[in-house]
């Protein structure tokens, strides 16, 4: 099994700054792609951000230059630091890691529980 949890999330002001991280654990071989998603009320879940195990990045457009991904390899762990929040990135925030259980097995996608984000003033 592999358990993912996110932390980091907070009220923040409209401009401010919010760095998430989210620890893997488990029986893990190896880590392939790392990425974040958001949830808003009413709307579907998407991609925000994506590091591949080659520290290949993705980004939605609407977070490009504000929003940076990063990957800690040692730790299983992967962050996402958001800069210049508007309201508009006022969700449910989700981690979500693609997994190697053993070297000859398949990727197994698993996903955190959420850490909300509310930018308001």
């Known amino acids: 099994q592999v358990q993912l949890v996110e932390s980091g999330g907070d009220l923040v002001q409209p401009g401010g700054s919010l760095r998430l991280s989210c620890a893997a654990s488990g029986s893990i071989f190896s880590i392939r792609a790392l990425a974040w998603y958001r949830q808003a009320p009413g709307k579907q879940r998407e991609l925000v951000a994506s590091?591949?195990?080659?520290?290949?990045?993705n980004y939605a457009d609407s977070v490009k230059g504000r929003f940076t991904v990063s990957r800690d390899n040692a730790k299983n762990m992967v962050y996402l630091q958001m800069n210049s929040l508007k309201p508009e990135d006022t969700a449910v925030y989700y981690c979500?890691?693609?997994?190697?259980?053993?070297?000859?097995?398949?990727?197994?996608?698993?996903w955190g529980q959420g850490t909300q984000v509310t930018v308001s003033s």
């Open positions: 979500n890691a693609n997994v190697l259980l053993r070297s000859d097995g398949p990727t197994f996608s698993y």
């Open positions: 590091i591949t195990s080659g520290d290949t990045t």
